[in-house]
Nanobody
Framework: QVQLVESGGGSVQAGGSLRLSCAAK????????IDWHRQAPGKQRELVAG???????YYGESAKGRFTIFRDNAKNTVYLQMNSLKPDDTAVYYC?????????WGQGTQVTVSS
């Protein structure tokens, strides 16, 4: 089993920054990717960014040029640095780990960006 603990959400004004953390606990060996997804009210959940076990990042269109994903292997933690935040970035952000074909989700953390 893999448990994911997210932190770092909060409220910020447009143009501000936040850093989200996703700490993986439990049976973490063999996790191939960790992603960040988000879901805004009335919208489908979408991929924000992800990173492979080898450290290769990938981004959804909404994140390109503004967000950076990186990992600290010693801490089994993946970070999402979000800059130049916009009101459209308001959503619940979820961390997801893929291991042996199974997706494990965190509980989500709220990000609210005011104009």
């Amino acid at each position: 089993q893999v448990q994911l603990v997210e932190s770092g959400g909060g409220s910020v004004q447009a143009g501000g920054s936040l850093r989200l953390s996703c700490a993986a606990k439990g049976s973490t060996f063999g996790i191939s990717h960790i992603d960040w997804h988000r879901q805004a009210p009335g919208k489908q959940r979408e991929l924000v960014a992800g990173i492979s076990s080898g450290g290769s990042p990938y981004y959804g269109e909404s994140a390109k040029g503004r967000f950076t994903i990186f990992r600290d292997n010693a801490k089994n933690t993946v970070y999402l640095q979000m800059n130049s935040l916009k009101p459209d970035d308001t959503a619940v952000y979820y961390c997801k780990a893929l291991k042996s074909g199974i997706n494990y989700w965190g509980q989500g953390t709220q990000v609210t960006v005011s104009s």
